[in-house]
């Protein structure tokens, strides 16, 4: 019998425990809606103003990420990820309230 461990999943990069080597997606993306998510989840990064950004949901309201003005935001946050070695969806929540999921390829 196979002792259950923690994978990040492919899909969305959250973490799922799984009793099976050969499993890369976690149930949530495997059995619901697979594609791009309509909000953010927990631990997602998000921003108002593309220079501070804050960890979604978690108590700790400090950024996680500060940029420089005049400098992209997706060098300093791909270094986050990279640091941390998480890679979280990236949001912008716009003055109304919408988040809007942001890609970190340069265009």
Known sequence: ???PSFKSCEICSHLYQTSSEHDTICPECL?????????PQEEDLVTDDHQR?????????RPVVQVPE???WRTHVK?????TM???NVWFISDHG???LLSLEEK
């Open 1 to 3: 019998m196979s002792v």
């Open 31 to 39: 059995y619901g809606e697979v594609g791009e998510p309509h909000e």
């Open 53 to 61: 950004f804050f960890r979604f949901g978690m108590s700790d309201r």
């Open 70 to 72: 005049d400098e992209d």
């Open 79 to 83: 270094a986050y990820m990279d640091r």
């Open 86 to 88: 998480y890679w979280p």
């Open 98 to 100: 919408n988040a809007h």
